[in-house]
């Protein structure tokens, strides 16, 4: 690390005396690169053993990386928490402009303690930490009205991050989420529960710190390598043109398009909500994340009339891409682009995650039909396939808790099904929910070890398409091939660069672009990084009770063939096995 690097100053704030104080750890830098490597080290020291995560002592992590705010697509920031959602490891990661604008302010971490008496928001100006009254902000209707009026009241415009949550995550909903920047979000795991745990309705970031380089020469020369290869890259531009949307046409081709929670894997016009669909008729804008030339946010332009003015119009903006396609669209059997845009759009001003949230409808949708909850239940509101009113009604349900039921499905899939029946069609994955691919035993494997249970953490469903049911591996091969993939990952998302640019940040480039930043590591020093921040993330989830010998599979994948055949239990036993004795070898 180079000397005076602000990566090494962690800004610790204690919500409940409403003090801060900055802290040098440049060991903590040194020996864990960054990012997810720095937040679960911190996460480790901050949050006792036992403690409940709606609780004021799990603290909230923010942390970027040595390459942010000095290469393209170091673009991310890692929250790391103690998740409502699953008693364990929270980590959820989020573009825009966070990361830049934690860096600018002069900080490599913010560790966030305690709980407010009442309503605040934080404001972090360089040095200087403001704690705002945010009362007249609690309950209001939209994310998106909340960050309009924060941007209006403070400075830093441009270069300033406004991380904030709805109503989910005041209601504490255990997979709400925290929206920044308008259409990015830290989405999984619940990080807005805890958010709305502590009084903390946002965190608003800003500076104009400098970066030191080693070399400006050959950083300019890096840079503009690195920027080539991502703006002339082939696999780069599909998602500057379509983004991962373009996911749902070759899916539901493969029957691997989870539809109608999972009864399904082709849907029948599907074509409607692909992403070339959504491009030629929807789609108002492309954004990218800071320092990012791709621009892979698609913003789909809704427009409808007012009621009773036939030549008057409200045109809504709303974010798209894959995942909340399958999770409000595919998943509930909904093809109409204008009916997954209204229901996408109630979830995202709410602040919940959306693909939870599409889970917990689909699965509340077939025990609606089975005769496992009636309209006492739902109040009133019919869930069939397809209509999306009525999963409006459900989301407006949800989101004011009323009933026993809508507290239930608030807690997730896993907790909704224990208590109303029907754990064998819950896409219930270790207490998080399922993602939208049903390639194979990757796929489902990935998620259910994965350290934050989600399909970004080892992409098993990819791992799945290079294979046929003649060529699948071993439940050892993949095991091995899953864990090393993670095991990279972790290495990535300590920098924190984003997974779309994996391939273009090789170990090779890692190194030199960490050469750039005063860290001079071999490639084997990566590996053993990688190895080593796993193996911590392991350390915390079994140390808050999980257990890789307890999991298992929902019913309704095996009962659902994939693209390469049946999964069979006596494959994910095996699996499981190699894998916990790969984990417990150690880094």
Known sequence: MLKGDPLANVLYVDLTRRQYSVERREDLFRDNLGGSGVAIRLLEEECPKGTDPLFPE????????????????????????????????????????????IRLAGYGAIVIKGASRSPIYLAIHGNEVFFRDASSLWGMGSCFTVGRIIRENEPGAGVRTIMRIGKAGERRISYASVTTETYRHFGRLGLGAVFGSKNLKAVVVSGSGKIPVKDP?????????IYDACTLS????????????????PLNALSALPTRNLLALKLEKAENISGETMARDYLG???????????????????????????????????????????????????EPSAFLKLMNRVEAYGFDAMSTGVVMAWATEAFQRGLISEKETQGVHFDWGNYQEYIKGVEKLVSGEG????ALG?????ASRIYGGEEFALNFAGNEM??????????????????????????????????????????????????????????SSLVLCFFARGIYNPEVVQRTLSCAGFELSEGDLHQFGRMIHREKYRFKEREG?????????????QTPTPLGEIKEGYVREFLMHFSLKVKEGP
């Open 58 to 101: 799990n603290p909230i992590i923010f942390a970027v990386g040595p390459l942010t705010a000095l290469f393209p697509l170091a673009s991310k920031t890692v929250a790391m928490f103690k998740s409502p959602h699953t008693g364990n490891l929270g980590e959820s990661h989020a573009g825009g402009r966070s990361a830049i604008a």
């Open 217 to 225: 020469g050959e950083y300019r020369r890096l840079y503009n390598e």
């Open 234 to 249: 082939q696999a780069m531009r599909k998602y500057h043109d379509l983004g991962t949307s373009e996911n749902v046409l």
């Open 285 to 335: 804008r492309r954004l990218a994340c800071s320092h990012c030339p791709v621009g892979c946010i698609h913003i789909a332009a809704l427009h409808e009339p007012y009621q009773d003015e036939p030549y008057f119009y409200k045109t809504s903006m709303i974010s798209y891409d894959y995942e909340p396609i399958y999770a409000l669209g595919t998943l509930l059997g909904i093809t």
């Open 404 to 407: 026993e039921f809508y507290q």
């Open 411 to 415: 807690k997730g899939v896993g907790e």
């Open 435 to 492: 993602a939208g691919y049903h390639t194979g035993p990757g796929a489902h494997l990935g998620l259910l070890v994965g350290a934050r249970h989600s399909h970004l953490d080892n992409a098993g469903y990819s791992i799945d398409q290079k294979f046929t049911p003649e060529t699948l591996p071993s439940p050892e091969k993949l095991a091995e091939m899953i864990l090393k993939e993670e095991e990279w990952r972790q290495v990535l």
């Open 546 to 558: 999980f257990s890789l010998e307890s999991l298992s599979l929902p019913q309704r994948v095996y």
